[in-house]
């Protein structure tokens, strides 16, 4: 049994020999392909690297134009979105400043009456009872000119009568006193 165990004890130590020899040759296959294998692909990349790089370059230049056009149509959408919102915007703002003008002027015209003060239409009948006014006070200067034209004509014939008849009498006074 000795001599069993030390035959299983040596061949297992020569087994194992053979097993890490054999996986020491195979590793040792396997880094020489992976070695072999990068500088295949060192060697090729060397060779279609320039053509690779233009490549590239030409993919880099396609998408840089499509997100351009991309960029480019997105901000004349957002362009048009914020003349929208100025245009809204304006809208409002007049709406709310014509609100506060009617406002303003509606507290004034209040103020104005509560004072006595006369609006647009009192102010514009008042002007036109003054042009009535007026033309009435024409109308009856030109009638008493008229009329003292007439007046005046006849009155200097009344004197002269009066003054004639005053001589007369004061000649008649003076043969009656002789």
Do not use: Y
């Amino acid at each position: 049994m000795a001599k069993k165990s030390k035959e299983k004890t040596t061949g297992g130590k020569a087994r194992a020999k053979d097993d890490t020899a054999r996986l020491a040759r195979t590793l040792s296959g396997s880094a020489s392909q992976i070695w072999l294998a990068g500088m295949g692909a060192f060697g090729r990349a060397q060779a279609e690297g320039n053509k690779l790089f233009e490549v590239l370059v030409k993919e880099g230049m396609t998408l840089e134009q499509s997100a351009r056009r991309l960029a480019g149509g997105r901000a004349e959408a957002v362009r048009d979105v914020v003349e929208k919102g100025v245009s809204q915007t304006r809208e409002r703002a007049a709406e709310t400043w014509e609100k506060l003008e009617k406002g303003f002027e509606d507290r004034v015209q209040r103020t104005l009456t509560r004072l006595g003060v006369p609006d647009r239409e009192d102010v514009n009948a008042l002007r036109e009872r003054v042009d009535a006014l007026n033309a009435e006070l024409r109308r009856v200067n030109r009638a008493a000119a008229a009329h003292k034209t007439s007046s005046s004509t006849s009155t200097p014939r009344k004197t002269a009568k009066t003054a004639v008849k005053k001589k007369i009498a004061a000649r008649k006074a003076a043969r009656q006193s002789k």
